[in-house]
Every structure is written in C-alpha cells, then in structure tokens.
C-alpha cells in the first residue's frame, strides 16, 4: 500500500480542559479512530516539549500567551505552556487509538518549534518522518488532527513541498484560529494543491 493516515497532534492539551484547548478538539477522537481501520499504515505525531521551551510566553518575560516574537528562524507565536514531556497534557487522548505503526515526537529541542510533522520551524531541520514515508514506498498521505491552522496545515504544506499527494479530513480536524489564521492556511493549502475531504 502507498498510502498512511498522519494523526496530528491529538493529546490532552490541545482538548478542552488542556492547556492550549482547541474548541471541540476532543471531536475528532471518534472520527479518526474510524478512519484507523481502513489503512494500513497509521502514524500518530505528539507535540513533546522540555520544560521552559521557547515557544513558551512563559519563557519570555514580558510576553504572554499568544503574542508574537521574532525568533533567530523567524516569527513564531508564543504559546501557553503545553504538552511538556511526560505530563499527563502531553499524553493522547484516552479514548485515541494509538496502535499506529510509528509515533513521531516534535518540538523536542529547546529553541526552535516544530508544528510540521516533517521539518522544524526553521524549516530545515528534519524529523525523519520523510525518510521513513519513502523507505516504506509511501507517497499518498490523508491528514486528520489538531490544530487544522497550525500543525495539520505546515504538515500538509510541508508535504507537498516534498511532493506527496496531500489529503486534509476537515470533519477530523479543529482549529485554534488565531488573527484569521484558519481561512489564510486553509487558502495556502488550496493554492499548493491539498485536496480536502
Ligand atoms: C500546535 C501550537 C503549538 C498544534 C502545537 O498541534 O497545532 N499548535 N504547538
Ligand atoms: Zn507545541
């Protein structure tokens, strides 16, 4: 089989009661567990920060959650602190089915982010994940999680910059939408060629 399910980002912090709840994000558990059983090849991707991580406000004094701040790899937004690694926010969803075939860990080192499934924020450091699609002859991605304008979006983006066919499931996606960043990132996906389901 040439395809996989890419399952973003659904932990506990990025549910309502999170630290950074994405409205309605715990929606998408029934939707994508469903989806699981019709492929093959099923990778999960976990937001996994250390402590005191610099896309954290709380790492900057004078900044707080949601701001904007110039980083050496560019603008990045900060956020509240979350999905910090081994805490109960970083863990999935309860209800998630996690018997993928590899889960990915992002966000991992201490000054860049990394919303893409396949490179960091500076958008040159890789996380492996392309190298893994292509030894396993994987070249048609469908993607599903949170957050749609965020994480899902710089992976679907990403994606087709590496030339994978990209499709995105909104009905398993949400979004956090920041300054109208839904409808810019949904109109970036359209313009390089992510088909929607
Ligand atoms: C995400 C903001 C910060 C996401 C992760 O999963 O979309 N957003 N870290
Ligand atoms: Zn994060």
């Known amino acids: 089989m040439t395809e996989a399910l890419i399952v973003i980002?659904?932990?506990n912090d990025f549910c309502p009661g999170g630290a950074l709840a994405v409205p309605d994000g715990d929606q998408v558990v029934a939707p994508i567990n469903a989806m699981m059983q019709q492929f093959d090849t099923v990778i999960l991707t976990q937001d996994w920060h250390p402590s005191g991580h610099s896309s954290f406000a709380s790492s900057h004094p004078g900044h707080g959650p949601f701001d904007t701040t110039e980083m050496p790899y560019?603008?990045?937004v900060l956020w509240p602190d979350h999905c910090v690694q081994g805490?109960?926010?970083a863990a999935f969803h309860s209800d998630l089915r996690t018997d993928g075939d590899l889960i990915i860990r992002k966000g991992?080192?201490?000054d860049v982010d990394s919303y893409s499934a396949f490179f960091e924020n500076d958008q040159t450091t890789p996380t492996g994940l392309e190298g893994y699609l292509r030894s396993?002859?994987?070249t048609d991605l469908?993607?599903?999680g949170l957050a749609t304008d965020f994480?899902?979006?710089f992976s679907a983006l990403d994606a087709r910059r590496l030339n994978f066919s990209v499709r995105v499931v909104l009905d398993a996606c949400r979004a956090i939408d920041l300054d109208g960043s839904l409808s810019t990132q949904m109109e970036n996906m359209r313009q390089r060629g992510v088909?929607?389901?």
């Open 9 to 11: 980002d659904v932990q």
């Open 74 to 76: 560019g603008q990045q």
């Open 87 to 89: 805490s109960s926010g």
């Open 108 to 110: 991992f080192r201490p």
């Open 136 to 138: 396993r002859g994987i």
């Open 142 to 144: 469908t993607m599903v």
């Open 151 to 153: 994480c899902v979006a």
């Open 195 to 197: 088909k929607f389901a």
